[in-house]
């Protein structure tokens, strides 16, 4: 009898004809780390809605979920609430109470303890995720990563048996997702915890877990181990939306068709590389196209920002050029101020010292309307904060009225950019209904609507999966085309490594490298690519996944010739 | 600064029940010289800055109010001028001074009570008649600061898309304003059904809630209210016995100093010197700790 025993689980919901779960069959035994990944609408999230009563969304289903041999609806409240614990996306969202000890409380008062075993329950898990510095904080002065280990220490305190987690990690920066992972393996190995994690940036949880299990279109398509699912894999389509997920050495491997057994860490990588391949010297076709001067549309030097009069600098004398059709991405650790970079790029936040120029003309000289019409725009971190409308087409019919132009040309314009970003089959949808994805592309669809000459983008790739990316990459490269400046700030070293021009490092308050991407990813030793730590005793200026790819190709093309 | 503050809630709270509720009741010139001198000295003690601060407007105040009542009351036996036919009497011009000083110092000792009383130990103290007001409290100290966030959020936002609420023509800025509202409040029900989510998985709504806090009960908090009471007791019986009265009108009732009186007034300093005792003692301890040392 296994822990958890999800038989001929169909579900669908309310008046949609599909279902989105077609009957699913899955056990998970007890103290195992299992991983659920596959591309975002193929149903993982519902499925774990489904081992959760209380949030179970409505609809028709059939088939059973067992619990320790009991079905989940017969369960009683209190089991059901305190041994399955859920952690959800939003860090923000999940947090109830205004104190940290409260927040870590509020389960335990819900089960109805007495003050004693709260306060030691709650001391054991202060203790056990290190929350005793900040444990008198308010929970609004916590970083992202803080208020996810929070979320999970809040329900680790009611002492689950199953840990159910959906894409915990898809808001934080890459540094606090690799510690929050690191405390999940931690509970799965010390404490022998049951623990389902749904994800789609796979890099580090992949190898880690003790099955993985990959659902498309609301069926289970693999199951079993790591190395398992990674030859299961080799029959999937090479370009399945899922491969992007998977980690960078099992992609390369699965790239190349490799029957050898799959490497599932970089270092496992290196080894297979080194095993299979030789050092080689390489210049890629895609070179940084230099020959032509090109035009510097937006320039800062040497601006001085701080939020308050007293308040320490964020910005230290901060420069960059942004020149006409180049994508640049400014990288950088969490609350350096990056963020703040691009407010001051834009005009929002005025730099108390410094020059910024836009088209050669000083910032200051520029009256709001001229500037954020056909000139510059920014696409914030959260695109919920742009949605005004009901739907997504008087969302964009709101932002062309501003432009006072004629029915007919508005109408051209919507369409344009409809057909531009593949927004057809959304135009009726609440925004609030989509994807995070499809949120982040309905939000740039409205930014471009204003014809923006410099685009500044923050943090683009948040809580996308790999197939959005996807979508993402080939806009920007349209932009580029029509020599629409981008600048992006983002966390995403191997999206920037793949398609901007040129890299930035912020740091303390500036950028103290910056540098043709190429050359950016291959001078750096850990704060570069997955692909080019893998891959560097070789290659040396391989970068991407493809790049590694391609080399690995060409060898083994010219060792069949030879 | 912190020996008192440390105390529980219940401790806190009724000690200044007490002592703002025994100041308010008594006219007696001594109590209330008593009941001054403490406020101040617990002023100095706990907000020195803040304290100093409002004598700016506290000494004016204090004037102002004592010269208003020989205006307006004419009782009193011992008259020095007249004003249009109006007399002055030294009475009213005392009992005027008496009550100013009573405002003062009532005043002075709420702002004690709100150094010492943050509003988690008031919220404490009330969230134990009602759990669920508690909570809610609670809750909404964690949404304000969060809206005010996603405002900020939201206003820079749709600056950047032209929709700026600092510029142009007034019909734009109200505009502009109630989009910002339309937003922060889609984006407030579409995040709430989460944080929903959030608190019906983990149980709200279960029977039999509990309500925990970080404070805890100790044998101090246990003796510091015996103590309390016990002064308070002497005191309220010594006043129903009338050793407390005083009269200004129709002119002065005498002081006459009984050892009974004696008794009133020093467990009546007591009471009221308690945190100023409390602190000197820790600070005593401190230091004889770290001379040990």
Known sequence: MAFIDIQQLTFSYPQMEQPVLHHIDLSIEEGEFVVLCGVSGCGKSTLVKHLKREITPHGDATGSVLYNGTLLNELSDKIAASEIGFVMQSPENQIVTDKVWHELAFGLENLGFNTMTIRRRVAEMANFFGIQTWFRKNTMELSGGQKQILNLAAIMAMQPKLLILDEPTSQLDPIAASEFIATLHKLNKELGLTILLVEHRLEEVYPIADRVVIMDKGAIICNGTPKEVAKALQHVDQHHPMLGGLPTPLRIHHALKSQTNAPLTIRDGRQWLTNNFKAQEWQSKKIYDRSFEKKTVLSVKNAWFRYEKDGLDVLRGFSIDVNQGEVISILGGNGTGKTTALGVMSGILKAYRGKIMIDGKPLRKISNHELYHQCLAVLPQNPQTLFVTKSVISELQSTVETQNLTKEEENLQIQTIVRKLNLESLLERHPYDLSGGEQQKVALAKVLLLKPRILLLDEPTKGMDAASKTVLATLLEQLKEEGVAIVMVTHDIEFSASHSDRCALFFDGLIVSSDETRTFYS??????????????????NAITCEDVIEQCNQQQNRMIHS | MKAFANYHPIVIFLYFVFVIGLTMFYMHPIYLIISLAMSILLSLQINQKSFLHSLKWMVPLFVIAALINPLISHDGEKIILYIDDNPITIEAIVYGFAMSVMICTVIFWF?????????????????????????????????????????????????AVGMDVTSGNLLHRIKCGIHILSILITWALENAIETADSMKARGYGLPKRSTFSLFSFEKRDALTLTIMFIL????????FLGYTDYYFYPTFSELVLQPISLLLYTTYTLLLALPIIIELWEAFKWRSLISNN
Do not use: E
């Open chain 1, 523 to 540: 001078g750096n030793h850990f704060y570069t690519t997955a692909a080019h730590r893998m891959s560097r005793h070789l290659f040396s």
């Open chain 2, 111 to 159: 702002g004690c009570y709100n150094k010492l009383m943050t509003s988690d130990k008031f919220l404490y103290l009330f969230g134990k008649i009602s759990p669920a007001f508690a909570l809610i409290i609670s809750l909404t100290l964690r949404l304000v600061p969060r809206f005010q966030q996603q405002i900020g959020a939201i206003t820079q936002a749709q600056r």
């Open chain 2, 232 to 239: 308070m007791t002497i005191n309220v019986i010594g006043s």
